[in-house]
């Protein structure tokens, strides 16, 4: 058998070439995928071009669909230039020699034209005076230029494609307008460049301005430095809304609508629905067929080593402002519930909840507490407890104790008795009120009738044409219904009263009132303590006079998702702590009837909150 002869291979080395510059170029063009930033591009050239005025036109020519950009830049010289150096930007060139302001590098920006439309043509009259014409087909090598015979001396550059692709023949002018505005929104400003947008297709004509961001523009950030270049912020806190992004900007360009496209950046601070604005990053390396992309290299590592301070600064912000958000939140669900109640009470027994002294209760004080409920700093580690509000006893007047003009009740518009619903034992007394409204529910004081008179059961009123009776239970058990009929001139309202008349009342004590009548309250407040993971939903701090929300349960974080869900859950544990407190010899039957008799009333005063 003869021997199996090796073959030795030699080591090679060189450079890497183009097989097919046709089939790159092919690449090239095709790898820009938005009609939208294809537009952006040839404006950037206009702009480079030291253009004053740009305008974009979109109609209609011999049934083909076009759009044309047409500006008073500097012009095209060299065409020849442009059609045989894609990949080598004349405007590389202008950098190096210490241009500033341009964009682009690669000489690739008109080849977007074809993810726009099938043919390209540019008019321009460059600095030798002269008006030369080239035009590009999609898939297509070749060029063409030619000299054109113009009858008036024009300088600037026209750039049309037509026919339009079908798919993008939707591109209205407010679409154009509301992309070129956020995508050149610093380049449009700081270059004071006019751009105006033609629509013959829609008729009409529209004016692209740089972008305004919302919110409060804020300041006193930590300044952001690279030994790479210039990072430049502009950053806004907002109102929470799922539209509100940064977007990330190289030289007055934006590069990515939103930073959170970058994995580094999608995490808060900077995924928070409060912050908008911009980061305008001078030296990243662009991807360059879409400039839609970055490049993660050393560029990019400085760049996110220089924001570590920022998102620092970023995240104390917001979560101030979210703290001040649940205050004042807290604030008004306690406004709602508080009004809700005292609403409520008007038509409960009131001998049921007299230790409530809520009808003097005007205006909610906000009281802050930095001590925890136990007092003084816990070094345990337990949870801070969130600002405290107390709703505090005693009306406030206008200048001098007077009324203002906005607390002067109009006409009769409803009337209620006061209690509406009240159960008391069998030949005992009870006091009754009517109360005379106006249509913003102000009380009024005089200019009106009273007549009472019972509808249904038996009883005694002591006085029918008084504003306050007194009525005198029958002997029997039973249910006594009660109307008014209140009159002012022509207007007339009629209220309505259920009294059960038992043998057995409920026996209770004022848990909540102190030492008796004497020291009656308004209603209590409450705050926060986060307990995740313990299964109470609230407690009532007698001590302080504070009802305690476990804002760590999941029933309260489920309710939180929606403003309403949330307030009807703070008042049902409202009703169920003020039950509680108020009824504590009561049967588990009669506390439970209690305390839908409370929430149904308290609910339906809910609704116009």
Avoid at 21 to 34: D, P, V
Avoid at 176 to 194: C, F, P
Avoid at 559 to 583: D, G, H, Q, W
Wanted: aromatic share 8%; proline share 4%.
């Amino acid at each position: 058998m003869a021997p199996v002869k090796k073959t030795i291979t030699r080591d090679d080395s060189g450079k890497l070439k183009i097989g097919n510059n046709w089939n790159a170029i092919t690449i090239i063009a095709l790898s820009q995928n938005n009609p939208l930033k294809a537009i952006a591009e040839f404006v950037e050239n206009s702009i480079d071009a030291q253009a004053k005025n740009i305008t974009i036109l979109r109609g209609k020519q011999k049934s083909q669909s076009y759009i044309k950009v047409m500006d008073d830049g500097e012009g095209i010289d060299d065409f020849k230039y442009v059609a045989t150096h894609i990949g080598d930007s004349i405007k590389r060139k202008l950098k190096k020699s210490g241009v500033t302001g341009i964009q682009g590098e690669f000489g690739i920006g008109l080849l977007s034209f074809w993810t726009v439309g099938e043919e390209l043509t540019i008019t321009s009259t460059g600095k030798s005076g002269q008006t030369r014409r080239m035009k590009l087909m999609k898939g297509n090598p070749g060029y063409h230029i030619s000299g054109v015979r113009t009858l008036l001396d024009r300088v600037g550059t026209d750039l049309t494609i037509q026919p339009i692709l079908p798919g993008v023949r939707q591109l209205s002018g407010e679409k154009i307008q509301n992309y070129l505005a956020s995508e050149l929104r610093d380049r449009i400003s700081k270059t004071g460049v006019t751009i105006r947008i033609i629509d013959r297709t829609s008729r009409k004509e529209l004016l692209v301005e740089p972008r305004k961001f919302k919110g409060r523009l804020l300041h006193l950030l930590p300044e952001v430095k690279s030994p790479l270049g210039e990072i430049y912020c502009e950053l806004y806190l907002n109102e929470p809304s799922q539209e509100s992004e940064i977007g990330l900007y190289k030289l007055g360009t934006r590069v990515l609508s939103a930073i959170t496209r970058m994995d580094h950046f999608n995490e808060f601070p900077w995924n928070s629905p409060y912050l908008e604005g911009l980061i305008d990053v001078s030296f990243l390396q662009l991807t360059p067929g879409t400039r839609d992309g970055v490049i993660y290299d050393d560029a990019f590592e400085s760049f996110a080593y220089a924001m570590v301070p920022m998102t620092k600064a970023l995240t104390d912000i917001i979560e101030e402002q979210k703290k001040a958000e649940e205050e004042k939140a807290s604030k008004n669900i306690l406004h709602k519930i508080s009004k809700a109640i005292r609403e409520a009470l008007h038509h409960l027994p009131q001998e049921e909840y007299s230790w409530l002294s809520v009808s003097q209760t005007k205006k909610i004080d906000v009281v802050k507490k930095e001590a925890q409920l136990a007092g003084g700093e816990n070094s345990s580690g337990a949870e801070q407890i969130e600002p405290i509000y107390i709703a505090s006893q005693g009306g406030e007047k206008g200048v001098g104790g007077q009324r203002e003009f906005f607390e002067i009740p109009g006409a009769l518009y409803s009337a209620i008795i006061s209690p509406s619903s009240a159960i008391i034992g069998v030949g005992k007394t009870k006091r009754l009120k009517v109360v005379a409204r106006d249509k913003s529910k102000r009380q009024l004081d005089s200019g009106y009738s009273v007549i009472w008179y019972i509808q249904e059961g038996a009883g005694v009123i002591d006085d029918p044409e008084k504003e306050f009776i007194e009525f005198t239970a029958p002997e029997d058990p039973g249910i006594i219904i009660l109307k008014a009929i209140v009159a002012q001139d022509e207007l007339e309202c009629e209220a309505e009263c259920i009294i059960t008349v038992t043998e057995e009342l409920v026996k209770k004590e004022h848990a909540m009132s102190g030492t008796g009548e004497g020291k009656r309250k308004g209603l209590p407040g409450y705050t926060y303590q986060k307990s995740p993971g313990e299964l109470w939903r609230s407690r009532y701090d007698a001590e302080k006079y504070l009802i305690i929300v476990n804002n760590g349960h999941a029933d309260f974080i489920y309710a939180s998702k929606s403003r309403m869900r949330k307030l009807r859950y703070i008042t049902k544990l409202f009703t169920k702590e003020l039950v509680l407190a108020n009824f504590p010899e009561a049967s588990r039957e009669q506390i439970l009837e209690r305390m839908i008799e409370l929430q149904m009333y308290a609910e339906e005063n809910l609704k116009g909150s």
